[in-house]
């Protein structure tokens, strides 16, 4: 903006783009032998700079070393996907890309961090590709038309047909030229194919073939300026002519010629466009929607406490109150409590040194993101202050309600109730392949195992009686294996805690189990003071043991 108004400069155009790709590159052995008067910072600077001019050719010098392209996070669950296969596929992507786009041979000679374009053309490969390379380098020539891939560079028939309508030439540039320049080579039309190409600007322009001054190079260089009249073309009768004269069917190749007269090589890609709201938020969060979500639980650190300044009205109608008890004045905005006369509470307010009533406390998370805990979500309890509960410094454990991608803040909860989410408020959806049933299942297995622990859980007892054990069933019987008939032991019962019982011994290796309910207890701990055997009603546990047992 300076630059604009001081030194009446254009505006400045300022992107943000992804600067993974830039932080490996940088420290690349390739980056550092083509800079290496470069510090890291500035060969990051262009690494960035040029994926933005053509992010294919900067992603390509990845592949120098295929493991090199795996240091790039494509997936969140790329890892769980096999490494060749991974690889093979990336291959793939690059391979079709490459061959869409088109490869400028006499650009990879001149601009030698293109070169790594050249081994993705199909019918090449990197040791072809390395080679013709080098021999236009040792040549120090330039390749003017596609016939030059067998003449000059030795190119075999069979990859001559599969490469040759891939590799484009700029023949705009080629003006200085003795030899013939055709102007298809800058097209993506197969040289097999020239021919129907000026078969098809020769019938748009209306010429007269049987003419002897007819020209198709110049029919077709004419049509190039105009290529509006290749419309009026009927090219199903082109195409059954050719099915006639045993060429198969062309249709296709045919409505791709005039696709291509009409804008030789253009670009099919995407056009850049500037990151959305959204976009820019996770590339500098380094989150996805995925990562970070409303109902998420996140630790963040507690930075300071958040104030609303009074204004002109409320300090207007501003009632500080005296302590009885210590007889000094409060601030009725920030709670200070520590002013003897009334006038220096409002000296505290016209010097402006009220902060204001607290609003929460304010947090950051991890990967940067501002956090707000509103007061009343610090708590299920009354929180009349933050200040009572959290200081600088401290660590929370909360759970995201909202987020805010335009001002990189979210509003947090640490409320027990909220971060229990017993009533599933703040659960994901779950995608449309999630196995519900079997979480149905897993539930249900979860409550029975509960309810068995729960039947097998015996709760200590603070019961003072001679026969009174703190033990289980088992522990019962083995312990009855040593002693007499007749004799009894009263233990927990795993019915609950307000039941008993009480097990004697019948005889060697007979027992009974006799159920105790007790009634008027005064805690789950202690004996109730009644004890009910069926319909039957006990005073004590002597009582029992004297009227049922013996």
Known sequence: KELEE??????????????????????????EAEHRDYPPLLRQALSL????QDPLIEFSQLCVNNED???????????Q??????????????????NEVGVDINRCVAIIHTTTLAQFVCGLGPRKAAYILKVLKQNNARLENRN??????HMGPKVFMNCAGFIKIDTKSLGDSEQYIELLDGSRVHPETYDWARKMAVDALEYDESAEDANPAAALEEILETPERLKDLDLDAFAEELERQGFGNKSITLYDIRAELNSMYKDLRTPFRSPTVEEKFNMLTKETPETFYIGKLVQCRVTGIAHRRPQGEQLDQANPVRSEETGLWRCPFCQQDSFPELSEVWNHFDSSECPGQATGVLTRLDNGVSGFVPTKMISDKHVKSPEERVKPGMELYTRIIKIDIERFRVDLTCRSSDLSDQNGDYRPARDLYYDHETEETDRKADEEAKKKQA??????????HPCFHNISYKQAVKLMESMDQGDVIVRPSSKGPDHLTVTWKVDDGIYQHIDVREEGKENAFSLGQSLWINNEEFEDLDEIIARHIQ
């Not at 996907?81 to 093979?88: C, G, S, T």
């Open 69 to 79: 392209l795996l240091c790039l996070r494509f997936h969140p669950l790329q890892e």
């Open 455 to 464: 039947r097998t859980t015996y709760v200590k007892r603070v019961i003072v």
């Open 6 to 31: 001081e030194e009446q400069l254009a505006p400045i155009a300022v992107e943000l783009l992804d600067n993974e790709l830039g932080r490996f590159i940088m420290n690349s052995p390739r980056a």
């Open 148 to 153: 030059q891939l067998v003449m000059m560079c």
């Open 49 to 52: 700079a040029r994926r933005m």
């Open 81 to 98: 996907v096999n490494k060749e296969e991974l690889l093979h596929a990336l291959e793939l992507e690059f391979i079709n890309r490459v």
